[in-house]
């Protein structure tokens, strides 16, 4: 499997575990919203995803936070699944080295 390598500031290495832990309990909170088709808490955890991600330098996951906010504004269910599966993609891919 390819990894995709970010680099990221040595200071955030202590909560960066916590970090992944969150993001991962995230895509478990969205599945189950999509199926409930509760778009706000789609929405909502996007939103946070986008807004988080971009302090741990992973711009490409804010992008994915901020179209799936999009999708769940549009409440438009196929492409929330679709982008959670992408956000899912990236953290698996995901292959920190601390600077």
């Known amino acids: ?11 955030l290495e202590p909560i960066y575990d916590f970090f992944l832990s969150e993001r991962k309990n995230d895509t478990l909170e969205l599945r189950k919203a999509i199926n409930e088709k ?6 909502y955890i996007a939103h946070r995803i986008a807004g988080n991600a971009g302090s741990y330098g992973l711009n490409d996951l804010g992008a994915l936070g901020e179209k799936l906010e999009t999708a769940a504004k549009n409440t438009d269910a196929k492409d929330c699944e679709i982008l959670v599966s992408e956000i899912e993609k990236f953290m698996s891919e995901l292959e920190v080295e601390f600077e």
């Open 1 to 11: 499997m390819a990894k995709n390598v970010t680099k990221i500031d040595k200071f």
């Open 38 to 43: 509760n778009f706000t808490q789609v929405q």
